[in-house]
């Protein structure tokens, strides 16, 4: 049984950095691994995605801001969103992609505040 | 980007009934060259992850109980529960990989018990 779970700072200042990793229980075979957000109450956006080969894809909207990276020693693979503002309040979560951009293992998910 | 548009946003039906939910792409999700629909429906019940229920537009994600049927093609799409039961209470959402460039989601069909 595949299991994710988030970590990272719960409260992010205006034009901060956002910083969460994610640590996979198995993470062999080939997949890709993406991060996924939902602002309270809203519906659901993909960030982006990372292959443990070092590819990644980014949802345009956020391309500029965004920066995803696989250390697959530790089984993690983490996020970077930058200059954050209040739009960016979410719960994030890290999620398995099957390569066909099918979500089929997902961590719980973790609030972020983006907050003075 | 590929907009999804669900129908209802929400919808109460009484226990055993049949509900439905209808989800379309503002373009074909359907490759020519597999002749696959890249469709995926997920289950959200409040405060847990999104759970996958269907891919392929109408393959059931093992262990997901038959009641749940996925069906259409290029750009409309059905989400179907034969007999709805009160664990069936979530918000259901439809998803396109299609484009490469980017995933997108519906905005969210709410299902509530009458």
């Known amino acids: 049984q595949v299991q994710l779970q988030e970590s990272g700072p719960g409260l992010v200042k205006p034009s901060q950095t956002l910083s969460l990793t994610c640590t996979v229980s198995i993470s062999s075979g080939i997949y890709y691994w993406s991060w996924i957000r939902q602002p309270a109450g809203k519906g659901l956006e993909w960030i982006g995605r990372?292959?443990?080969?070092?590819?990644?894809n980014y949802n345009p909207s956020l391309k500029s801001r965004i920066a995803i990276s696989v250390d697959t020693s530790k089984k993690q693979f983490s996020l970077q969103l930058s200059s954050v503002t209040v739009a960016d309040t979410a719960v994030y979560y890290c999620?398995?992609?099957?390569?066909?951009?099918?979500?089929?293992?997902w961590g719980q998910g973790t609030l972020v505040t983006v907050s003075s | 980007d590929i907009v999804m548009t669900q129908s209802p946003d929400s919808l109460a039906m009484s226990l055993g009934e049949r509900a439905t939910i209808n989800c379309k792409s503002s373009q074909s999700v359907l490759h020519r060259s597999n002749k696959k629909n890249y469709l995926a429906w997920y289950q959200q019940k409040p405060g847990q992850p999104p759970k996958l229920l269907i891919y392929w537009a109408s393959t059931r994600e093992s262990g997901v109980p038959d009641r749940f049927s996925g069906s259409g093609s290029g750009t409309d799409f059905t989400l179907t529960i034969s007999s709805l039961q009160a664990e069936d209470v979530a918000v259901y959402y439809c998803q396109q990989s299609y484009s490469t460039l980017s995933w997108t989601f519906g905005q969210g069909t709410k299902v509530e018990i009458k």
């Open positions: 999620a398995r992609d099957d390569g066909n951009g099918h979500f089929d293992y």
């Open positions: 990372i292959h443990s080969s070092g590819s990644t």
